[in-house]
């Protein structure tokens, strides 16, 4: 643990702060979360479909004895979703939504380390390519390699999930 001297001035202090997010794969691309949002990470097993549900919804599962949707984040980012395979997992996260907090599955195709970046490798969204800039913290670079920190908040929050949950038996 840094300690910050009282001459250092505020913007210096920020560049050396380092948050801490979970690194995933959606296809060939690396993304991360922050680690605050994330409960715990499971071995998929399967979904339940739920009629009417958003097209980025696969389903729901039991998580001991709760109904918990699950969002397939290749469908949600409006990309190709990956075959299911052994290391495919389901990120189990809390959110903000307007009623208050829940719980949502994010369904990636492998989950791969917790990784420590500084703020001052965290470069601000860019406005083009295929994934909208809102919906994205930023881009952090990890040893040469480009990691999109993506915004969980934003996400789960544009697709009013919370009155589909309300329905779910």
Do not use: W
Not at 81 to 106: H, L, N, Q
Not at 113 to 125: M, R, S
């Amino acid at each position: 643990m840094s300690t910050l001297t009282v001459a250092e001035p505020p913007s210096a202090a920020l560049q050396h702060a380092s948050a801490q997010y979970l690194s995933f794969m959606l296809g060939q691309d690396m993304f991360a979360m922050g680690i605050l949002a994330v409960r715990e990470i499971l071995e998929y097993a399967g979904v339940t479909p739920v009629p009417q549900m958003p097209p980025s919804i696969c389903g729901v599962i039991n998580l001991r004895g709760t109904a918990v949707p699950v969002l397939d984040l290749a469908r949600r980012l409006e990309r190709e979703p990956s075959a299911i395979s052994k290391r495919t997992c389901i990120i189990v996260v809390e959110v903000d939504g307007e009623e208050g907090p829940f719980v949502i599955g994010i369904l990636v195709d492998a989950v791969n380390a917790v990784l420590d970046i500084p703020a001052a490798d965290i470069e601000p969204a860019p406005h083009f390519g295929a994934v909208k800039a809102d919906l994205l913290h930023g881009i952090g670079k990890v040893s040469g390699r480009f990691v999109l920190l993506l915004n969980v908040q934003h996400v789960v929050s544009t697709l009013h999930l919370q009155e589909f949950v309300a329905q779910i038996p």
